[in-house]
């Protein structure tokens, strides 16, 4: 049987720590009872094996094994490079 390995895209909110990030996936959903639709945020620790992510980037994660208390997903590719920064005006990254 095979395992779903679970992946997400989401935008590096930190870079401080030595080969991982921190990223914030966010997701619109609709409350059940009213009806409105409500932004869900997650913060993932991600291993960057490389370091190449800065704050900004938007990038692609996929769950994998434990590798420390919190660490529980690397990082696979970067989708986006920020331009500015903490700023979220992003340049796309050939594949």
């Not at 921190?22 to 993932?44: A, I, L, M």
């Not at 980037?57 to 696979?76: H, M, N, T, Y």
């Amino acid at each position: 049987m095979d395992k779903v390995i679970k992946k997400f895209i989401g935008i590096v909110v930190s870079n401080k720590m030595q080969k991982t990030v921190v990223v914030e996936v966010r997701s619109r959903v609709r409350d059940r009872v009213f009806g409105k639709y409500v932004t869900h945020r997650e913060k993932f620790h991600a291993h960057d094996e490389k370091g190449e992510c800065r704050q900004g980037d938007q990038v692609s994660i996929a769950e994998c094994r434990p590798l420390s208390r919190l660490k529980r997903w690397r990082v696979e590719r970067v989708v986006a490079k920020s331009v500015g920064g903490n700023d979220l005006i992003t340049e796309e990254v050939p594949s």
